[in-house]
Structures are given as structure tokens and as C-alpha cells.
T-cell receptor
Framework: QKEVEQNSGPLSVPEGAIASLNCTYS??????FFWYRQYSGKSPELIMS????GDKEDGRFTAQLNKASQYVSLLIRDSQPSDSATYLCAVYTGGQNFVFGPGTRLSVLP | DAGITQSPRYKITETGRQVTLMCHQTWSHSYMFWYRQDLGHGLRLIYY???????DKGEVPDGYVVSRSKTENFPLTLESATRSQTSVYFC?????????????FGNGTRLTVT
């Protein structure tokens, strides 16, 4: 069974701080990794994708991938209350199989 | 506006009834997917389709039927609804199904089976 694990949270950070969200996966052959943001009652929205080891930055978001450790993370700098949501880690394992983690609920406190 | 549209947004049905959830996309994406999202389970794949008339089972296909006669439509049918099928259903699409193409989701259908 291919698994993706995340801390369910809630993770609470003060406004302006850095939020760090973590994800581990079990399938070593996974090649593509995605972070989705899901507001309560809404659909998942893609915010980052990463395919190679290292860091990828997009505005206030940085995704970090370490395939040797089977670990992917998302950093949110200068966190805003509007960042409060559930963040889903998704791993593409081949064969049209996107495995999702259970999500981490982030709360940014004003 | 182009995108992926699901209907209805909310549906209440009784146990044993047949219900169909609709999904329509205007991107001409070749791959389409149906997921259900439940507390404690996250998103789980029900069925997916690589192209018109090509469908395949996902992780939790039992009790569901799909069809894809046209590229843009991918309806999901619950032949005889059960309470365990109460969930939020998301349709998604991706351009080619390759490893570099992420999923894009519709707004979801919240289904309650009484």
C-alpha cells in the first residue's frame, strides 16, 4: 500500500511567521509531488509542484524535496490569516495514481 | 470561463436510489478522475478515464459506475446508493496523465444518502 503521511494538525502560527508543513511518502519510485490548499467546503487548489530534489520557490511558498529521505515540505513565509486552510500533499506514483495525504490543517492567528 | 464543472453541488437521496453526478470540463484534458473525500480517509480515487470509452478502477470502485462517451463529460453513477456513500465527490482532470501534469479539481458535490 503506497502511503503519504502528514501531521493532521492543527498547526497554529502567528501572522507573519513561517509555517512549515511536512509530508513523507512510502513509494521510492515516486517522481512528482504536489501541494494543494483546500479551504473549508471548497475544492483542492494546486499551489506548488516539485519534481527534482532541492527547493522550488513561488512567491511566499517554497517546496522542498528530498527523495533520499522520501520527504517533501512546504514553507509559507509571512503567513497571513488567509493562508488558514488544509494543505494536502499529493504524490504521483505512476499509472494515473495520485496518492493524497490526509492533510494538515493550518491556522494563522492575527 | 473554461474549467471543470460539477453538478449538482448538493444532493440528498435515499438508500437504494440511483443517482448520477455530472462532470464537465472545457480544457480538452484527456484524463478525468473521480475522488471521494471523507474525514479520516482523505481523497480516494474511485475511477479514472484516459480518454473517451476508456475507464479504469481506482482504490474504491465498488458501488459506482462511470462512462465517458465524450471527452468532456465523465458522469459517476451510484446504482443503488448506500449510507456509506455519503461523502464529498470531486471530479478532476489532467492534461495528459504524465507525471508532470497535476490534477485540477471541480467544485465538488456533497452527497447525503439517508
Amino acid at each position: 500500500q503506497k502511503e503519504v503521511e502528514q501531521n493532521s494538525g492543527p498547526l497554529s502560527v502567528p501572522e507573519g511567521a513561517i509555517a512549515s508543513l511536512n509530508c513523507t511518502y512510502s513509494d521510492r519510485v515516486s517522481q512528482s509531488f504536489f501541494w494543494y490548499r483546500q479551504y473549508s467546503g471548497k475544492s483542492p487548489e494546486l499551489i506548488m509542484s516539485i519534481y527534482s530534489n532541492g527547493d522550488k520557490e513561488d512567491g511566499r511558498f517554497t517546496a522542498q524535496l528530498n527523495k533520499a529521505s522520501q520527504y517533501v515540505s512546504l514553507l509559507i513565509r509571512d503567513s497571513q490569516p488567509s493562508d488558514s486552510a488544509t494543505y494536502l500533499c499529493a504524490v504521483y506514483t505512476g499509472g494515473q495514481n495520485f496518492v493524497f495525504g490526509p492533510g494538515t490543517r493550518l491556522s494563522v492567528l492575527p | 470561463d473554461a474549467g471543470i464543472t460539477q453538478s449538482p453541488r448538493y444532493k440528498i437521496t435515499e438508500t437504494g436510489r440511483q443517482v448520477t453526478l455530472m462532470c464537465h470540463q472545457t480544457w480538452s484534458h484527456s484524463y478525468m478522475f473521480w475522488y471521494r473525500q471523507d474525514l479520516g480517509h482523505g481523497l480516494r480515487l474511485i475511477y479514472y478515464s484516459a480518454a473517451a470509452d476508456i475507464t479504469d478502477k481506482g482504490e474504491v470502485p465498488d458501488g459506482y459506475v462511470v462512462s465517458r462517451s465524450k471527452t468532456e463529460n465523465f458522469p459517476l453513477t451510484l446504482e443503488s446508493a448506500t449510507r456509506s456513500q455519503t461523502s464529498v465527490y470531486f471530479c478532476a482532470s489532467s492534461q495528459s496523465g504524465t507525471s508532470i501534469t497535476p490534477l485540477h479539481f471541480g467544485n465538488g458535490t456533497r452527497l447525503t444518502v439517508t
